[in-house]
């Protein structure tokens, strides 16, 4: 992984840090994500517009089709992650959503892709997913008589990650659809197919708004401009070096919710803080 990519995959996972921490502040659930999404579609849109301006844009049935299937497997995502979190705990469904997609991504980019890691990319991996079961994990709740329905939305919540990744990388280095365009079609297909939703509860969304416009907004600048960091990175950079790189985010995020790693879990933060370190460099550092 080239220095440029290394950077830029890390400023991605600060803005995915804060953002996530934005919106768990809010605390707010599908009228929260509504409100976020219209934020981003208005917010991109000259950004957009100027793009089609300055650029000879081919946009053709391919495009289309791989730009619309991103919405709905980022929407998929979305709501399976959800989904898990109703039936089970978050020690096992983050874990396994988050920790299986590197995994799984980089077994199916070795056949679509050809993309092949070396010995140290592993194993740097293997860091990487361990360290995200130390930092997040409960293997106290694997041992549950109803952990059986977590497991299974935590491994289908990977599967749809790897899925989306897998896609938008093709997307962006294969059929040669601007990260911009990818990134904003997306979030457009995602907020229409919510609105009609959204509109049946205009005093929730007018109460959401009024509690928590500031995240929303927050939300919905940083998370599009997260996304479309990586999708560039991903032009340039095997997608099985981009995806475990990207978990920092996970690390970073835990600091920001625990002020600095001040509160609880003892030396556990602190010892996946160093093994996913060690991790990071491995993959950044392998051919």
Known sequence: MSLLAFITILISAFMH??????AKQSEGGFIFVWLYMAVSTIVYLPFVIGFFFISEVH???MEFVFIFGSAIVHM????????GYRVGDLSIV???????????IAVAAFFLFEERLSIIGMIG????VLSIFILTGDLRRFKQNNSGKAVFYGLLTGLLISFYTLLDKGAVSFILISPLLLNYGSILGQFLLMTPLALKEKEKVKKEWDMNKKKAIGVGILSPLAYILVLITMQFTPVSH???????????GTVLGTKVLTEGMGVRRPAAAVIMVIGIISVALSN
Do not use: C, D, H
């Not at 998929?76 to 989904?83: I, P």
């Not at 991996?125 to 990487?128: K, L, Q, R, V």
């Open 242 to 252: 981009v995806a475990p790189v990207r978990e920092i985010s996970i690390l970073i």
């Open 125 to 128: 991996i293997s860091f990487i």
């Open 59 to 61: 946009f053709g049935w």
């Open 94 to 104: 983050y874990p396994l959503a988050r920790g299986s997609a590197p995994m799984l």
């Open 76 to 83: 998929a995502y979305a709501l399976t992650l959800q989904k």
């Open 17 to 22: 840090a804060t953002w996530n921490y934005l």
